[in-house]
Nanobody
Framework: QVQLVESGGGSVQPGGSLRLSCAAS????????IGWFRQAPGKEREGVSC???????FYTDSVKGRFTISRDNAKNTVYLQMNNLQPEDTAVYYC??????????????WGQGTQVTVSS
């Protein structure tokens, strides 16, 4: 059974940092791309970052220079390091996967999400 489980969310003050994890089971990440998305209340889901199976990375403009995506295939886990967090980053963060290459939104499996809250 393919499953993705996010963890690492929480509540931080502006300028703080969090590292999100996406643990995969039922398949191995070697040939898969992993995307990170977020959705705030009342807003549409937004793509945040993606790493392809060949380790190409992509970031939406609003997080460039602050967020870093990485993977550890031995642990079957993908991470999203989030630095200098701002209130606008508050959302539920989801990871998703598809084979090989990144896509805007065409992913086959999605996790349940983890809450990130940034407030003073």
């Amino acid at each position: 059974q393919v499953q993705l489980v996010e963890s690492g969310g929480g509540s931080v003050q502006p300028g703080g940092s969090l590292r999100l994890s996406c643990a995969a089971s039922g398949f191995t990440l070697d040939y898969y791309a992993i995307g990170w998305f977020r959705q705030a209340p009342g807003k549409e889901r937004e793509g945040v970052s993606c790493m392809s199976a060949s380790n190409n990375t992509f970031y939406t403009d609003s997080v460039k220079g602050r967020f870093t995506i990485s993977r550890d295939n031995a642990k079957n886990t993908v991470y999203l390091q989030m630095n200098n967090l701002q209130p606008e980053d508050t959302a539920v963060y989801y990871c998703a996967t598809r084979e090989f290459s990144c896509s805007v939104d065409d992913y086959d499996y999605w996790g349940q999400g983890t809450q990130v809250t940034v407030s003073s």
